[in-house]
Each structure stands twice: as structure tokens, then as C-alpha cells.
């Protein structure tokens, strides 16, 4: 049997398919109307609709993909889920094309033996001399008129009860040719529409002399109702009739029970997938279950060691790799537990030592005092000398009680024994007698302390006591170290918070120490002479007093521009701060000034391109006389409650810099305390 030219198999489009406009191309264009602003109030991509739609859409998303992000297990369980579902449809799609190219190319093989059995027998008949024979001439005139008209009626009789209901016969008359005439009209079986047959088979038959084949569908006529179109194959040949007329013999069959069979083998392979696809991913969470719950443990554990419960362990079960981790993370809480109890007692009996010593110290030192105040009294007696060394003695005698006592104050805040007796009290009263009691020193230095912000009461909730002692340290600091130029202290209150903030325009601070401005006997020159007798724990209890009360002790500085100390305290006990209304960074600091002189230059020059060319006129004379040019004013943008950050600032001199004559200067050691322990970036400066 020779090959034909054959139509595209069910399932493979014969003709290129256009573009349908559906509603993905409808969300497409609504989805290009927002993108261009068309849609949003304002015209503009960023519109208010769209960050509204944005967020409308984000808002139920949250809680999944917060989930997502921490569920290791529920990332690898559905990744296990993708990737099977994915090989499943793959192996899905590789088994359905196998067994439907089989059933195909079986039914293509009984197809073409059938029709070629049945192509034979109409053949054999059309050439049996008995088609259209008679006994006589006059019968034989009836006989073959008969003949004639129901010769093609018998034959697809005969050739279609060979197979009912597995093909049906189509004889079709050649097109152009009168098929109206009873002789050449269509004959079927089975109630079959002879339209069925595709009009590219019909020319291929009409044109060749082989066997032809394609799948269409099969239709039915009205008397056939019942039975919808059903895909098929269709065989055709080319034959001669009794008469020697040429017709099409048509061979269609039903597609049904390849089409069954290729549905149920769907069904199969999707069950089996569904079901291999759950079965892997429990398989998958019963896997990272058993890696991923002593993950979560050893992370549980940690997180109540860092509470400081040193008592958790790991339980250990088996020898295996998770095993052997959870014995090491045991041996690690072990050991840090051993460590830190043994750090704890040290540091215990080193405040036992410095307790017991300041206290046992008391007595003689009462003792030393009185012989000393006798010896002081008595000096105008002495010779010069004498008389100098009991004044030393005297001043000596005065640092060493200072000393003293601030040795006990900080074994109680070691101790965790000091104890906050917080009242409402008003600040303004507070700088008030800090500032009157540092008068005179501020007299022999040369400096004058100016105070802003005391128009309104800035009331909070403190302890009188430690609160002036923190400013009275911190003033005096600014005083001693301020170079006789003026120290600035400034109060504010916003929201919950109070601040007061002390400026001294010094020598500034040098970058590095702020990571050591905590440190007890810490000084920033250690050459420098106490010359007010400081101890060098001031800082120290000033922080600690800062924290005893919530709140925040801070410092700023720069080479050559000064320092700043600010105190913030929640305006009411136990209640936690969110920012400051001082920013730490005065406003006159180097490089706000920089910034501002900046933006000056950029308005100035915006201004002279916006405005148009004028006459020139010669005013030379009004230069002349004119001063010198104002600095720039100070107009960096200091958010007034901006949190903390670090705590504190060190900014480097440019290269080549000289600190200015009456600019600002810093302090030697600085007090200052960031919120947080790690964040201690201040600069000590002792008493």
C-alpha cells in the first residue's frame, strides 16, 4: 500500500493558531494601565491607589512568607514537592505520548489490512463479469439499469457488515461530476455524514491512484443524534464501478476505544503521581524532621543560655553526626558554665576586696585626717617647706576620700545594691545648683557657663541626688578641660524623654578612645595633672547612675570642635526611651557647618541661574565699604528625637586643620553611655 499524504494526528493543531483575546490579556492590559499611572490620582507610578493596592495585597502575604523564611522544614518539604511534581508530569507526559504513538500506530496497522481487504473485494467485484451479465438481451437491459443504481448501495453493504461498529463505508461519487443523480449519490453506512471526509482526502484520492489517510472527525446524521463527533482515522482509495465509472471508497474508524484506553492510562498515571508526590514529600518531612528537631533544640538551648539558665543541656541520643554535635554542644555549655562561674567568684571577691579595703581603710584614714587637720593648723609655724608639705598633705588627704568614697559607690552598683529614689523633680533646679557650685572654679578658668532651654519646667521622675551628681561631673569636666571659652548647657523635654546636654568648645577628642571611655582611671592624656583632684571613676558612676535610672548617658566630639555630654531620662520611672529631644551632634559642629556653608553656595547659585541678566551697574563703592563675608550659619537638619544610634561620635580633623583661636575644643575625659553596653563610644574624663 503506498503512503499518502497524512493529517495531523488528535491533539496537533493543523492550522497556526492566532492570539485569543481572554482574560489574560484583559488583566495584562489593566496590569499596563497601572504601571503608566492612567489609573492613580495623581498620574504618577507611585500613586497613592497603587501603594494602597500594594499594601492591600502584601498584608495577608506577610504571615506566609514570615513563615517561609524561618521554616527551614517547610522550605525543603515544598522544594521536595516542586521537584516531584515536576518529574512526575515530566514522566507523566513521556509514558502518555508512548502509549498513545502505540495505540495509534496499532490502529493505523488494522486500519490499513481492513481497508485494503475491503479496497480488493469492491475491486474483484466491480471486475466480476457477472456484475452486469444477464441469461438474455432484454433482461439484461433491466438488470443492469438495477445493477447500476445499486450496485454501490450493496457494496458498502457488504463491505461494512464485515466490522459493525468497529468502521462504517463512505462512497463518494468524484466532485464535479452530477452526484445528484440517484446512480452517483453518496452512499454510507451506519449513519454516517459523508461530510465527514475532509475535502484535502477527497483531492488526494481524486488525484492518485493509491491509499490515502488522515484523522478528522467522525459526524453523524440526524437520524443518528444520539452519538456526538468522535475523533477517527479515514482510509481512501480511488476505484472503478461495474460501469466503469470512477468513485471514492472510504474506510472511517472510531478512535473511541483508543481514546477510552489513552483516559484511563491518564487516570492511572495521575493517581499513581498524586500518590508518589505525597508520599515523597512525607517522606521528605519525616527526613529534615530528623535533622531540623535537634537543630531547633540546640537553638532553644542557646537561647535560654543567653538568658543565663547555664544549667541546659542538649539531649543526646545514638552516635551519629547529630549525636556527635549535641555532645559538643553540651561540652561547650559546660565549659562556658565553668568559665563564667569561675569569671563570677573572681569578680565577686575582687568587690569583696574593694569593699572590705574601702571600709577597713576608714579608720586610719579618720585618723590620718586628724593629725592632719592638727599639723594644717599648726603650719604658720613652720619653715616654708613644712608649711608647703602640709598643705600637700591636706590636698592629698582630700583626693583620698574622694577616691574612697567612690570606691564604695561603685562596689554598690557592683554589688547590685544601689537603689533609685526617683521623685518628681524639676532639672532647672537641678543645673541651677550644679552651676552654682561650679562658679568659682569657672571664674579661675576664665569661663563663663551659659544656660538654654529654661524657659519651661522640664519635670521627670529622678533621683535628685545622682542626678546632680552626674551633671555636676560633667560640667566640672567641661569647665576644667574647656580652655576658658564658654560652656553651654542645654535643657529639653519632647514626648517621654528629658535631656540635658553640656557643650564645651576644647581640644576635642581624638579618634580611638572612644572605645575606652568607660574604663575606670581611664584618661585621655595621661601626662595631664589632675589640677581639681579627680579620681578618674566619675564617668564611671555617671553611667551607672545614667542606666540605674533608664536612661541614656552620651558624648560627642571632634579634634579641634569641642565636646558634648547629654543626660536623657525618661520623664517618668520605668517607662523606656525612644529617643532624645537634644540631638547629640550640636548644630555647630564642623562639619554641620560644612554642610550648611554647602548648601548655601548650591541655593545662592540655584538663585543667580533663576534670575535673569540685568544691566551692569558699577558699585564699586558699596564694596569698598563693605565688611568682611558672615561664616556660614550652621544649617544641618538635626532631627530633634532622632534615636541614639552609637551613642556617641568621634570625628577625625582634616588633614592639615589648625583647631581655630576661640573655636571650640573638647574635653579630655568625657562621660557618655549609649543604651546599650557595646555601644559605649564616649570619652572619659575624670574628675
Do not use: C
Not at 58 to 69: E, G, H, K, S
Not at 474 to 480: I, Y
Request: glycine share 10%; proline share 6%.
Amino acid at each position: 500500500m503506498s503512503g499518502g499524504s497524512a493529517a495531523p494526528k488528535p491533539g496537533e493543531p493543523g492550522v497556526r493558531a492566532g492570539r485569543a483575546a481572554g482574560p489574560g490579556r484583559a488583566f495584562a492590559g489593566v496590569s499596563r494601565l497601572f504601571q503608566s499611572g492612567r489609573l492613580l490620582q495623581d498620574g504618577s507610578p507611585g500613586g497613592p491607589v497603587l501603594r494602597l493596592l500594594v499594601r492591600w495585597v502584601r498584608r495577608p502575604l506577610l504571615p506566609a512568607v514570615r513563615l517561609w523564611r524561618r521554616n527551614i522544614q517547610l522550605r525543603v518539604v515544598a522544594a521536595t514537592l516542586l521537584m516531584s511534581l515536576g518529574v512526575v508530569l515530566l514522566l507523566g507526559f513521556v509514558v502518555i505520548g508512548q502509549v498513545r504513538n502505540g495505540l495509534l500506530e496499532a490502529k493505523e496497522k488494522a486500519a490499513q489490512s481492513q481497508a485494503a481487504g475491503g479496497f480488493t473485494v469492491a475491486k474483484e467485484k466491480a471486475d466480476s463479469p457477472a456484475a452486469l451479465g444477464g441469461r438474455n438481451g432484454d433482461e439484461e437491459s433491466g438488470r443492469s439499469g438495477r445493477n447500476s443504481v445499486n450496485w454501490r448501495s450493496d457494496l458498502v453493504e457488504q463491505l461494512a457488515s464485515g466490522g459493525p461498529g468497529a468502521f462504517n463505508v463512505v462512497a463518494l461519487s468524484p466532485d464535479g461530476q452530477d452526484a445528484a443523480s440517484t446512480s452517483r449519490a453518496p452512499r454510507v453506512s451506519g449513519g454516517v455524514d459523508f461530510s465527514s471526509v475532509p475535502a484535502d482526502l477527497r483531492t488526494a484520492v481524486a488525484q492518485g491512484t493509491g491509499t490515502y489517510e488522515t484523522y478528522a472527525q467522525i459526524r453523524y446524521t440526524r437520524a443518528t443524534e444520539d452519538r456526538d463527533p468522535e475523533p477517527g482515522l479515514i482510509v481512501g482509495k480511488r476505484l472503478n464501478d461495474a460501469n466503469g465509472n470512477a468513485y471514492e471508497l472510504y474506510y472511517l474508524f472510531p478512535l473511541t476505544q483508543e481514546e477510552q484506553s489513552l483516559n484511563l492510562v491518564k487516570g492511572t498515571l495521575a493517581t499513581a503521581g498524586l500518590f508518589v508526590v505525597v508520599l515523597l514529600g512525607a517522606i521528605a518531612w519525616l527526613v529534615v524532621r530528623q535533622v531540623v528537631t535537634p537543630v531547633r533544640m540546640a537553638a532553644g538551648i542557646a537561647e535560654r543560655l543567653s538568658t543565663g539558665r547555664l544549667q541546659e543541656r542538649m539531649k543526646v541520643t545514638g552516635e551519629d553526626d547529630i549525636a556527635r554535635l549535641g555532645e559538643a554542644f553540651n561540652k561547650m555549655a559546660q565549659n562556658l558554665q565553668l568559665k563564667i562561674q569561675q569569671l563570677e567568684e573572681l569578680s565577686r571577691m575582687q568587690r569583696r576586696f574593694v569593699s572590705d579595703v574601702s571600709h577597713e581603710l576608714r579608720t586610719p584614714l579618720t585618723t590620718v585626717r586628724m593629725a592632719a587637720d592638727v599639723i594644717h593648723e599648726a603650719r604658720a609655724d613652720f619653715d616654708p617647706v613644712t608649711a608647703r608639705s602640709a598643705e600637700l598633705l591636706g590636698d592629698q588627704l582630700d583626693r583620698f576620700e574622694s577616691l574612697l568614697s567612690d570606691l564604695l559607690e561603685i562596689s554598690r552598683f557592683d554589688a547590685g545594691a544601689a537603689a533609685l529614689e526617683a521623685e518628681p523633680i524639676d532639672l532647672r533646679e537641678v543645673v541651677r545648683r550644679v552651676i552654682g557650685g561650679a562658679e568659682p572654679l569657672a571664674e579661675r578658668k576664665g569661663s563663663r557657663i551659659r544656660v538654654l532651654g529654661d524657659e519651661q519646667p522640664v519635670v521627670a521622675e529622678a533621683d535628685a541626688r545622682r542626678v546632680e551628681r552626674v551633671l555636676r561631673n560633667l560640667v566640672v569636666n567641661a569647665v576644667e578641660h574647656g580652655e576658658g571659652r564658654d560652656v553651654v548647657v542645654r535643657l529639653g523635654v519632647a514626648g517621654g524623654a528629658v535631656a540635658v546636654a553640656v557643650r564645651d568648645y576644647g581640644v576635642g577628642l581624638k579618634p580611638g578612645e572612644a572605645t575606652r571611655v568607660f574604663n575606670r582611671f581611664w584618661r585621655a592624656d595621661p601626662a595631664r595633672a589632675r589640677t581639681t583632684g579627680g579620681t578618674g571613676l566619675g564617668l564611671s558612676i555617671a553611667v551607672e547612675d545614667a542606666r540605674l535610672h533608664g536612661g541614656w548617658l552620651q558624648a560627642w566630639g571632634e579634634p579641634g570642635g569641642g565636646s558634648q555630654f547629654r543626660l536623657t531620662l525618661p520623664r517618668t520611672a520605668d517607662e523606656a526611651l525612644r529617643g532624645s529631644p537634644i540631638p547629640l551632634e550640636p548644630e555647630d559642629s564642623r562639619r554641620n557647618r560644612e554642610s550648611g556653608g554647602a548648601q548655601e553656595l548650591k541655593e545662592s547659585a540655584h538663585r543667580l541661574a533663576s534670575v535673569p541678566t540685568q544691566p551692569r551697574v558699577d558699585r564699586s563703592p558699596l564694596q569698598a565699604t563693605a565688611g568682611p563675608p558672615a561664616p556660614p550659619r550652621a544649617t544641618a537638619a538635626v532631627d530633634p528625637a532622632a534615636l541614639p544610634g552609637s551613642g556617641a561620635r568621634v570625628v577625625a580633623r582634616p588633614a592639615g586643620e589648625r583647631a581655630p583661636e576661640n573655636g571650640p575644643r573638647t574635653t579630655e575625659e568625657s562621660e557618655g553611655s549609649a543604651p546599650s553596653a557595646p555601644q559605649r563610644e564616649d570619652t572619659i574624663r575624670g574628675r
